[in-house]
């Protein structure tokens, strides 16, 4: 089977936010960025698929600025990917993940692939549109929140299950398709330090952006806030506890927006 | 034809999803009067559903019939949908944020050539612009985007909106035709949905939502407010040190200095005074709320929203009115 | 050393053992401590890693890094738990002295075997009647035909319980003094090899220590290292390596004494306003940082001058000793900015006070430190 693997670099989950000075998005001045947390499942995935699927090889490649995003290649090679494909995107703040998704595709057309695998969305703009985007650009069939996924070589069929908001759906899909994984469900090995040690080494093809990147509707980030510091409790005045209750989850639903 | 919106259907036990009746309602706000709002479903589900379009004011329905619809991945319905846009002639698809309509924007961004976006919590028209804002880093912050172009696909937050007002009309229902569907977008087969486990919740350390017990709740036979509460949220619970070390709850429960640092996007202190060993545990949540009966708990100098009352009576209330929000 | 930037390289390495810290040694030192209890599965983790055997060159099974890139990776894991490094670099300590007085076909012979899988080694330099004074060792070795017969005690030997291989020094004829000393390597496996209980101590609890005995335990003339008489100049030239290592381990729990210390400060409040507005905070503060750094940076230059192939024994001396007292000094201050909640067990400082302690004398006790910086330096202006 080959397997392409599409990975991000994203920042530390410890980073403290601040905003850049154009304000529009994050300050990456000092930022350690990281192979994506989502990623990082989508490649112990593959690796997984490669160990059970003799003859099979897993190609990692990833859109973005450098050097970050080559360093997320290697600690993916370092992790035991076969091979590695960079496309070099410029350093723009909040980048467009359509743009991205294309840019990936551009190398992806270029290398055989039974299966693709992303991280389902990305710890920063968690958008979550690139697998699906891929699967329309590659002309494939795209399933998202993945987890439990194997390959069935006697019926020729991948099977998987889908965290959907009805349930747990399972399904089987012939190849090829797009797949993205909800996060941390395997358990994403470490990587060891001799191959961390060769990966520093290891070739990683290097390709621009396809021409049909551009030159397509996008988004432009003109906005990056931060909430303001806590002030001290809302306190919710109410007279009866139905009627607390009833005003905390309109302002938790409304307000807050976290209510579930 | 003036460029509209096509609000895309989901169908839940034979209704139009919450979801989708949130975007109907953004799609109001944001329409220029005059501009035409349009609906979509898809498969024999989606057909019935179509009435319910009608009875939120959206009219002109799409429909793309197809049966093989009903189960099939996202990729053969955003054929159906960027066909229905096109015949449309819609400058705007808003869809709900589920799974689904995530999925939906990712494939319309190219089918339909749009710009795209996700979890959008506001959506503005102005300056000729469409601009949408949406939650990054997990809730820590959030960024509002330009989006360009004559055609964008926008997916909502789920729950950031409220369900509209009933608005009756008759219903006209145009066909969108999937006969050219690619044979491998409709291959795939979904074989089986298990409804979901609501036994057991989700874990402290990575839970979106956590609900917290403390000393207030006077001893291990009232914990269950806790965990009930937690339950009608779908959260994760936890417990302050004076809990654990009571042996109410194991040690694995405990939130705190010397417990685990959780930072959930929405923690419910019950009954806890927040003393500094679990207010470092706990502080870096999005939004925080205590329930406590005593006003100068330094709890409340953490929260952003605050009861103060008897958690007793509180608590209850409050676990049958989350109930009561999030029926479907 | 114009350019103080780590190399991806090196960001890398130190990632790495950064994350192997935080997510499989930190979340069980306060338990390891307390119990005490030795967590083998975390340094069979460590070792399946890569962690291990850091100063062994990779054609003999280990890292083959350079003292820089051991340093960094020794600080991090030290970051977590002071007592598990101490048990992991024991294995370094250990071996040094084969790769430094071991002809290449002991080094293979012993390193190879050993790198392959899980083991731990142990340094058997210290006894009960000199530690500091290691030069008139009581342990005896006599030469009975191609084999040696080991003869004495060894007390407060790392991994003692449990290694496979231990590495002693010990005379052929006292009356030589230093120049009497032999150097063997001695296998668990050898009849007469007889390692005591274990002690119990006031940090690195995670890692354990006892005495060895040596009863007429005898090994064959291919287990000494260098000639007869070598040993002493191997074991000092052994701590001329390690020293620089421990500077990086101090280091470690001083960092992390200053990240608990100012986190909590901008946490806790008293008189209305987080304690780190208090200028008497402020002032402790920034007197652990710049010992933080300082410590880092000679430890840094100590294994940069070694390195580069000199013997910097000033380096590493100035290094190990600073860092040490850098660390007992940070730790004590952190349980002072903790105030009360400092002094109890439930909080993670006060072992950094009892882990930074034991820095300060093994590996070279801090007062032979002074003298080995003193001779060093007055070397200079002679």
Not at chain 1, 40 to 53: F, H
Not at chain 2, 185 to 204: F, H, K, N, Q, Y
Not at chain 3, 107 to 114: E, I, K, M, S, Y
Request: hydrophobic share 45%.
């Amino acid at each position: 089977m080959e397997i392409v693997v599409c990975v991000k670099p994203v920042p530390e989950a410890e980073t403290r936010l601040r905003v850049a000075a154009d304000a529009r998005s994050f300050d990456a001045e000092g930022v350690k960025f990281v192979l994506a947390g989502y990623d990082e499942s989508a490649v112990e995935q593959a690796l997984l698929l490669k160990e059970a699927t003799p003859g099979s090889h897993v190609h990692v490649v990833a859109a973005g600025p450098s050097p970050r995003t080559e360093e997320v290649l290697r600690a993916s090679i370092a992790l035991g990917c076969d091979a590695a494909t960079f496309v070099e995107m410029p350093n723009a703040p909040a980048p467009d993940p359509i743009a991205t998704a294309r840019a990936l595709a551009g190398a992806i057309r270029a290398l055989p692939h039974d299966l693709v695998l992303c991280g389902k969305q990305a710890g920063d703009d968690e958008g979550g549109l690139v697998a699906a985007a891929l699967g329309e650009l590659l002309g494939l069939p795209d399933f998202g929140y993945v987890v439990d996924l194997r390959w069935d070589a006697a019926a020729a069929r991948l099977r998987f299950q889908r965290s959907a908001e009805a349930g747990q759906e399972l399904w089987e899909s012939p190849l090829p398709c797009v797949v993205g994984l909800q996060q941390a469900w395997n358990d994403p090995r470490t990587a060891k330090l001799p191959a961390i040690l060769k990966s520093r080494k290891a070739p990683i093809a290097k390709v621009a952006p396809p021409a049909d990147a551009t030159g397509h509707p996008t988004s432009h980030a003109e906005k990056f806030e931060l909430p303001p510091p806590r002030m001290g409790a809302k306190l919710i005045e109410f007279k009866t506890p139905p009627e607390a209750a009833e005003k905390l989850v309109k302002l938790l639903r409304e307000e807050a927006k976290v209510f579930p | 034809m003036t460029p509209g919106i096509l609000v895309v259907g989901e169908v839940q036990n034979g209704r139009l999803a919450p979801a989708t009746l949130e975007a109907l309602g953004v799609a109001r706000a944001v329409a220029p009067s005059g501009d035409p709002i349009v609906g979509f479903v898809s498969g024999a589900a989606g057909k019935s559903a179509a009435a319910d379009f009608a009875r939120f004011g959206v009219g002109h329905v799409y429909c793309a019939e197809d049966p093989r619809l009903d189960a099939a991945p996202v990729g053969a319905i955003a054929h159906a949908v960027a066909a229905a846009a096109g015949a449309a002639g819609a400058a705007l698809v808003l869809v709900g944020g589920t799974t689904f309509g995530r999925d939906l924007v990712g494939r319309l961004a190219i089918r339909w050539d749009a710009s795209a976006a996700t979890g959008v919590t506001e959506l503005v028209r102005a300056d000729g612009a469409l601009r949408v804002r949406r939650s990054v880093f997990g809730g820590r912050a959030h960024e509002t985007r330009r989006m360009e172009g004559p055609r964008c696909a926008v997916a909502l937050r789920p729950h950031a909106f409220s369900v509209p007002a009933e608005a009756p009309m008759a219903l006209t229902v145009e066909s969108i035709a999937t006969a050219d569907l690619p044979s491998n977008l409709i291959a795939p087969r979904r074989v089986e949905v298990r409804a979901p486990d609501r036994g057991a919740g989700p874990s402290l350390s990575d839970a979106a939502i956590v609900v917290s017990g403390g000393r207030g709740l006077r001893g291990p036979e009232d914990f269950h407010l806790v965990d009930e509460l937690a339950a009608a949220l779908g959260a994760a619970v936890g417990a302050s040190r004076a809990v654990t070390d009571a042996g109410w709850r194991p040690a694995s429960f405990q939130v705190g200095q010397t417990g685990k640092a959780v930072s959930p996007q929405l923690y419910v202190a019950v009954g806890i005074s927040g003393a500094i060993q679990h207010i470092v545990g706990m502080v870096s949540s999005r939004c925080i709320v205590a329930i406590n009966s005593d006003a100068s708990a330094p709890i409340f100098k953490v929260a952003d929203y605050g009861i103060v009352g008897d958690l007793f009576e509180i608590v209850p209330a409050l676990t049958a009115e989350v109930r009561r929000a999030r029926a479907p | 050393m114009p350019d103080f930037a780590l190399t991806p390289e090196q960001e890398s390495l130190r990632d790495m053992a950064r994350k192997f810290a935080r997510t499989e040694m930190a979340p069980h030192a306060a338990e390891c401590d307390r119990t005490p209890r030795f967590p083998e599965e975390i340094y069979r983790k460590a070792f399946d890693l890569g962690l291990m055997n850091l100063n062994v060159p990779s054609e003999l099974g280990g890292s083959g890094l350079t003292l820089f890139d051991q340093c960094l990776i020794v600080e991090e894991l030290a970051y977590a738990c002071g007592g598990m490094m101490t048990s992991i670099i024991a294995n370094c300590l250990a071996l040094e002295p084969i790769l430094l007085g071991g002809t290449p076909e002991q080094q293979r012979r012993f390193l190879q075997p050993f790198c392959a899988s899980y083991q731990l080694a142990s340094f058997c330099l210290t006894e009960p009647r000199g530690g500091s004074d290691a030069g008139n060792p009581s342990t005896r070795a006599r030469r009975d035909g191609d084999h040696y017969v080991l003869d004495g005690e060894k007390c407060f030997i790392t991994n003692a319980p449990q290694a496979s291989l231990y590495t002693v020094f010990a005379t052929l004829d006292p009356s030589l003094r230093h120049k009497g000393i032999s150097a063997f390597v001695v296998p668990r496996s050898t009849e007469g090899v007889v390692p005591g209980k274990e002690e119990e101590k006031m940090g690195h609890r995670a890692s354990s220590t006892s005495s060895v005995r040596f009863d007429h335990a005898r090994v064959s003339v291919e287990h000494r290292l260098g000639a007869e008489g070598e040993g002493f100049s191997i074991a000092m030239r052994t701590l001329d390596q390690t020293r620089t290592p421990i500077g990086a381990l101090a280091t470690g729990i001083a960092q992390a004494a200053l990240d608990h210390a100012a986190d909590y400060s901008l946490k806790r409040e008293t008189f209305g306003k987080p304690i780190s507005e208090h200028q008497a905070i402020q002032i402790k503060l920034a007197n652990m940082a710049q010992a933080v750094h300082a410590a880092r940076l000679l430890t840094w230059h100590a294994a940069w001058t070694i390195d580069r192939g000199q013997r910097g024994t000033l380096e590493s001396s100035i290094a190990k000793c600073f860092a040490s007292d850098a660390a007992l000094h940070v730790a004590d201050e952190a349980i002072q900015t903790f105030g009360g909640y400092g002094y109890m067990k439930e909080y993670p400082v006060e072992k950094l006070l009892r882990d930074a302690k034991l820095t300060q004398i093994y590996e070279g006790a801090n007062e032979i430190q002074r003298t080995v910086i003193a001779r060093e330096l007055l070397r200079e202006y002679a």
